[in-house]
């Protein structure tokens, strides 16, 4: 009774917004597509949505439909791309979730190398999960996942790429740009720019100031590394970021580095991938060229 196209309608009319758009994007008419989902209400004895006015509003069971299609349907795709792979060869596109905001340099230096190697795939790089980065690479929707904290789970491995010091950074002519290290009481007074993720994800917090029982006098976020260290380079606040990225944007901005605590915070950068799965050729060579990548950093005198 329960058919991939109704879970795709579903999917598609959350997405589009209305009856037109997603028949469009599916290729059918409109009347085809309102009478599949007709007939299978009328098989089923639920409703999957309610109109009001011109707008459509999904019923519980919809709701339960849609949130079970959004599951199922990146498997049901990437089974037929694997089968498309195979029968053209080593083609396809290999998807990545970053779960590090800062190593998106890094990342483009693989990119670039890796491009060059496999002319026939293509990359994708994803940021925003609907089920967060580890459930996106556990329900299929992307291949690997790159993040500082690996998540332990059934079927999941890890494999490290490299590690990296989270440091403070502050402008030039901050009152702690000559500091050696910062304890988390020099921060009470200080604006902290972040990435927008909860602090609890954020080592700065979760490492550092939160085991102190320390919270910086504000709080702020922004998506762009740039502009982030340009309001840093300016005195709008502090920020904490992995010392290599740190310094190489210090040859162009008046930013410095300056060491979390008397032992710093070490972390390590590690791809996650499924276990189960039969790896393609280009997956592989991948995670070969990033392990073989590493970023390097200097001490800090």
């Known amino acids: 009774m329960l058919e991939r196209v109704h879970l795709e309608i579903l999917r598609e009319v959350d997405r589009r917004g209305t009856l037109t758009a997603a ?19 009328r098989l089923a004895g639920v409703s999957l949505w309610l109109r009001e006015g011109r707008s459509l509003r999904l019923t519980e ?14 498997q049901f795709e990437t089974a037929e791309a694997f ?11 290999l998807r990545i979730g970053m779960e590090c905001h800062p190593c998106y340099q890094w990342l483009l230096k693989v990119v670039s190398r890796y491009l060059g190697d496999w002319p026939d795939v293509d990359v994708d790089v994803k940021q925003k999960f609907r089920f967060g980065g580890m459930g996106a690479l556990f329900n299929y929707e992307i291949d690997l996942v790159v993040t500082p904290d690996p998540l332990q789970m ?3 491995s890890f494999l490290p790429v490299f590690d990296y010091e989270q440091v403070l950074v502050v402008g030039r002519g901050h009152a702690l ?4 290290t910062v304890e988390p009481a020099d921060l009470m007074n200080e604006t902290l720019i972040t990435y927008p993720v909860e602090p609890a994800r954020l080592d700065i917090f979760a490492l550092f100031l939160a085991p102190a029982g ?5 709080h702020k976020t922004l998506e762009s590394t740039d502009i982030m260290l340009e309001m840093v380079a300016a005195g709008r606040g502090v920020a904490a970021l992995p010392r290599w990225l740190v310094l190489e944007y210090a040859s162009r901005m008046a930013i410095v580095p300056v060491r979390l605590g008397k032992e710093g915070i070490h972390k390590q950068i590690h ?14 060579a991948f995670i070969e060229l990033a392990r073989s990548l590493p970023v390097e950093e200097a001490p800090i005198a």
């Open 154 to 156: 059934k079927g999941i």
């Open 61 to 74: 069971a919809g709701e339960y439909l849609l949130a079970m299609g959004e599951r199922m349907l990146p």
């Open 271 to 284: 791809l996650g991938r499924r276990d189960s799965d039969a790896e393609p050729a280009y997956l592989k």
């Open 177 to 180: 740009a000559n500091r050696e």
């Open 83 to 93: 089968l498309s792979q195979y029968a053209v060869g080593e083609r396809g596109t």
């Open 214 to 218: 320390v919270m910086p006098r504000r």
């Open 23 to 41: 028949a469009e994007s599916l290729h059918l008419t409109q009347s085809a597509l309102s009478h599949t989902i007709a007939k299978f209400e």
